[in-house]
């Protein structure tokens, strides 16, 4: 239940360069480190195991960067958004950075399901002459194979410009398509029809916004 005393500031960060190789576990015990370096007033949890009152959004997958992700943080004393930042700041990596603060409100959607919308762009190894989108993508949960339909996750079309590649993935409360899933499968299956060579991999891979 949201505590109508805290206040709940919404941070904005990057997350780049070698950093993008944590786990999400990885990432959120930093940024936890940074926040304590920046001496903001978080609240604490009750209970026998109190911890830190900070809800982070949706995890990216080992090896995806981000441009746009986000945490919220629960204060218990009102700091300037500007200054919260600039602590933020100092306290925080150059590959794990915070880019802007703002308050919202404290029954505000939980940062996990805030942005359901995710834009992702890859940058291939080359470019290829065409690419071919998978119909399905198998996967395995639980040491379990499911199979996925790419139009039941893909908004809007794949875009090509060179060795760039632009696509936007929603997840839903039944589940959702992992961005990296999806590049594996898309990229061999381009290979596959013979519009590019073998070894065609993502050279980098970001997750450039997200929205409701």
């Keep these: 239940m949201a505590d109508p005393r805290l206040f709940r500031l919404r941070v904005t960060f990057r997350e780049t360069g070698r950093l993008a190789l944590l786990s999400h576990l990885e990432?959120?015990?930093?940024?936890?480190?940074?926040?304590?370096?920046?001496?903001?007033?978080y609240a604490v949890s009750q209970g026998f195991s109190p911890h830190m009152r900070i809800a982070f959004g949706a995890a990216l997958p080992v090896g995806v960067g981000g441009t746009s992700e986000f945490f919220d943080l629960f204060l218990t004393d009102y700091v300037a958004p500007d200054k919260a930042l600039a602590a933020l700041q100092?306290?925080?990596?150059?590959?794990?950075?915070?880019?802007?603060?703002?308050?919202?409100?404290?029954?505000?959607?939980?940062?996990?399901?805030?942005?359901?919308?995710?834009?992702?762009?890859?940058?291939?190894?080359?470019?290829?002459?065409?690419?071919?989108?998978?119909?399905?993508?198998?996967?395995?949960?639980?040491?379990?194979?499911?199979?996925?339909?790419?139009?039941?996750?893909?908004?809007?079309?794949?875009?090509?410009?060179?060795?760039?590649?632009?696509f936007t993935l929603v997840s839903k409360p039944t589940g959702s398509l992992r961005a990296d899933a999806f590049v594996r499968e898309l990229l061999a299956a381009t290979v596959a029809e013979g519009y590019a060579a073998e070894g065609l991999r993502p050279v980098s891979f970001l997750r450039v916004a997200q929205r409701g």
């Design 27 to 41: 990432v959120a015990r930093a940024l936890e480190r940074s926040v304590r370096r920046a001496g903001l007033p």
């Design 90 to 166: 100092e306290a925080s990596p150059a590959d794990l950075y915070p880019t802007a603060t703002r308050y919202i409100e404290p029954r505000d959607p939980a940062a996990s399901v805030a942005c359901p919308v995710s834009t992702y762009e890859v940058e291939l190894s080359e470019a290829p002459r065409a690419l071919v989108v998978p119909e399905t993508v198998t996967v395995v949960r639980k040491k379990k194979e499911k199979t996925l339909v790419v139009a039941d996750y893909l908004a809007g079309s794949v875009t090509q410009e060179g060795a760039r590649v632009t």
